[in-house]
Structure formats: C-alpha cells, structure tokens
C-alpha cells in the first residue's frame, strides 16, 4: 500500500491509523450491490492491522494473492491471530442507521446460527448493536470504525461524522466480535470481494518479505 494512502472512490484511506500503537493498511475494497446493470456502491473499506500477524500466517508464505483470495482457511488463520486490526468503514451512499444495523443483524444471526452458536448472550450483544445504530444517520462520508481486540471488550464500535466522533459502544461477546470480523474479512463469505483481494494481495507482498 502507498506511502501516501489510498483512495477508494474519492475516499482517502491513510497508510496509517491515528491509534496510539498505530496499525498498517493493508487492504481496502467497497461494498455494493447490481441493480438493473448499474452499480450502486454503498460503503468504501479500510482494514488496518498490525503487522505482526504475518508470524501466524507463515503456512501460506510463497503464494500469490490470487491463490490466497479463494483459501478461506488462510482467512480464518487472519481472524484467529491474535493481534489488533480495525476496520474503517465509508458511506458512500447514505442510509438510515437502522437498515446498516438490520443487514448487519441478519449476517451475524445466519452464521452463529449456522454454527449452533446463537444463544441468549449472543442475542443480547447483537441488540445493543443494532439498538446503537438505530438513531443514527449515515450520511455520506461518515465513518464507522470497528476495532478488535482492544481490551477489556473483544470489539468496539464508534460513528463519526464530519471528523466529530458521536458515539461508540463495546461489543463484549467473543462470538459476535468474531463473525463480525468474518462478515468483512472472512473469504468466500465476506461481504465485499474486492476487499478480500486486496487483502490476499498485500498479505502476499507482506508474506514474501
């Protein structure tokens, strides 16, 4: 990734984040969505993580990043690693918080379902998600920002607008925190391919080094 950043439609991501323990960015992509042969694009991403995650995913050093996009195990390795990323989110087309919070709702309940994963916890934690984007509106280029593993929470959750952060909730169940990140990072099933790929190609770089 450039030392000046990337854009990803007219938004800029930094090599950087702003953390304390700054992490690196290391892959970027869109979400959206073909109605009628246009395509509409709803949010830019940009994973930040910490460099080091490449010590747990030596298995896979010497592949291409085009090998490395359809290994779903090698983004299950990603996940699992024990080390910080964040995930900042763009809106490009703005909706109303409560339709991002009911599509989020939907993906995490499917996969912990899938998983027999979904209990009375889980269903708690994901309601103070959604319920926290219940008022609020996405407007066009604000930002939600998902970290993991910041202690003491598996997950935190912060919304911004205009450069003004509004508010922020720690997500405190593991099992949500994780299909969270499997949601965005997690492969064949992830909500945005061309994310994925770039992950695998910059992982790749990183991996060769």
Same mark, same amino acid.
């Given at each position: 990734?450039?030392?000046? /950043?990337?854009?990803?439609?007219?938004?800029?991501?930094?090599?950087?984040?702003?953390?304390?323990?700054?992490?690196?960015?290391? /892959?970027?992509?869109?979400?959206?969505?073909?109605?009628?042969?246009?395509?509409?694009?709803?949010?830019?991403?940009?994973?930040?993580?910490?460099?080091?995650?490449?010590?747990?995913?030596?298995?896979?050093?010497?592949?291409?990043?085009?090998?490395?996009?359809?290994?779903?195990?090698?983004?299950?390795?990603?996940?699992?690693?024990?080390?910080?990323?964040?995930?900042?989110?763009?809106?490009?087309?703005?909706?109303?918080?409560?339709?991002? /919070?009911?599509?989020?709702?939907?993906?995490?309940?499917?996969?912990?379902?899938?998983?027999?994963k979904?209990?009375?916890?889980?269903?708690?934690?994901?309601?103070?998600?959604?319920?926290?984007?219940?008022?609020?509106?996405?407007?066009? /280029?604000?930002?939600?920002?998902?970290s993991?593993?910041?202690?003491?929470?598996?997950?935190?959750?912060?919304f911004?607008?205009?450069?003004?952060?509004?508010?922020?909730?720690?997500?405190?169940?593991?099992?949500?925190?994780?299909?969270?990140?499997?949601?965005?990072?997690?492969?064949?099933?992830?909500?945005?391919?061309?994310?994925?790929?770039?992950?695998?190609?910059?992982?790749?770089?990183?991996?060769?080094?």
């Amino acid at each position: 990734m450039g030392s000046e /950043g990337v854009m990803v439609d007219d938004i800029v991501f930094p090599p950087q984040n702003a953390e304390p323990e700054p992490l690196s960015l290391v /892959g970027c992509g869109i979400t959206d969505i073909e109605i009628h042969f246009l395509q509409i694009k709803f949010t830019a991403i940009g994973v930040y993580i910490d460099k080091e995650i490449v010590s747990h995913l030596e298995k896979w050093k010497g592949k291409k990043g085009s090998e490395l996009k359809d290994d779903d195990q090698f983004f299950e390795a990603l996940i699992s690693a024990p080390k910080r990323k964040q995930l900042r989110i763009v809106v490009i087309k703005e909706i109303k918080g409560s339709q991002y /919070g009911a599509q989020l709702e939907s993906a995490v309940v499917d996969r912990l379902a899938a998983v027999d994963k979904y209990e009375d916890e889980e269903e708690k934690a994901l309601e103070k998600v959604v319920s926290f984007f219940q008022s609020i509106y996405l407007k066009k /280029g604000s930002v939600i920002t998902i970290s993991f593993s910041a202690a003491p929470a598996p997950a935190e959750i912060s919304f911004s607008a205009e450069g003004k952060e509004e508010a922020k909730i720690e997500l405190d169940n593991e099992n949500v925190a994780e299909v969270l990140q499997k949601w965005y990072l997690g492969g064949s099933s992830a909500i945005s391919p061309s994310t994925v790929a770039s992950l695998a190609d910059n992982l790749s770089q990183l991996l060769s080094h």
